[in-house]
């Protein structure tokens, strides 16, 4: 599985959009990119993924660049509840992926 | 509604001693897993399991062992306890493997 780059923390302000970016510039032709949260003291959560074109679900919405390399999720409205650690994953299709491999993520800290 | 219940929630005993921390999912999932999570707070995969493949990282020690009675439950019996043992341990559980059901995870401390 290819590898990923995330910045460790970023705060939000509550109510704006919160950005959150990935490179995996390693990514190969059928590597999907994966999102999942971990809230404080919780077992993480799936959020959403995607191949190469942007998706959008009722939790945020996926951008990845054209040429794969990086991505970035958005929560459109940041709430106090979305303060959680945010992994990028790369991995292989949804119908084949058979692990998944969590890096150190990104601490988003949505700020009142 | 549980999806995915682990049991106990915390789980404090010394070393040498043999423990099991339990599995539940209720989603019809084919797939179950166990992952670690240390202090640093890095989650890592230990076993995948459905009813055909278990698939190990190479990394976990033999003291680790998951059991599968049946298609809803993976348990992991841990013998011998050691001090590095202490994490967080999160079952989860998967029909496709890119959206998995985590439980809330076993605080395990070995003292």
């Known amino acids: 599985d290819a590898k990923t780059t995330q910045p460790t923390s970023m705060d939000c302000a509550e109510g704006r959009a919160a950005n959150l970016p990935c490179n995996h510039s390693t990514i190969s032709g059928n590597e999907y990119v994966y999102w999942y949260r971990q809230i404080h003291s919780q077992g993480p959560q799936y959020i959403i993924h995607g191949l190469k074109n942007n998706e959008t679900n009722e939790m945020a919405s996926l951008i990845i660049t054209e040429d794969r390399k990086s991505s970035t999720l958005i929560l459109p409205h940041a709430t106090l509840r979305d303060t959680a650690v945010y992994y990028c994953i790369v991995s292989g299709p949804p119908g084949s992926a058979r692990q998944l491999t969590f890096g150190s993520g990104t601490q988003l800290t949505v700020l009142p | 509604d549980t999806a995915v219940s682990q049991t106990p929630k915390y789980l404090v005993t010394q070393m040498g001693n043999d423990k099991s921390i339990k599995c539940e999912q209720n989603?019809?999932?084919?797939?179950m897993y166990w992952y670690k999570q240390d202090s640093k707070k890095f989650l890592k995969i230990m076993f995948s399991?459905?009813?055909?493949?278990?698939?190990i990282n190479e990394t976990v020690p033999n003291r680790f062992s998951p059991k599968s009675p049946d298609k809803a439950h993976l348990n992991l019996h841990i013998n011998s306890l050691e001090l590095g043992d202490s994490a967080v341990y999160f079952c989860?559980?998967?029909?496709?493997?890119?959206?998995?059901?985590f439980g809330p995870g076993t605080r395990l401390t070995v003292t």
């Open positions: 399991y459905n009813n055909k493949e278990l698939i």
């Open positions: 989603l019809g999932h084919d797939t």
């Open positions: 989860a559980s998967s029909q496709e493997a890119y959206e998995q059901y």
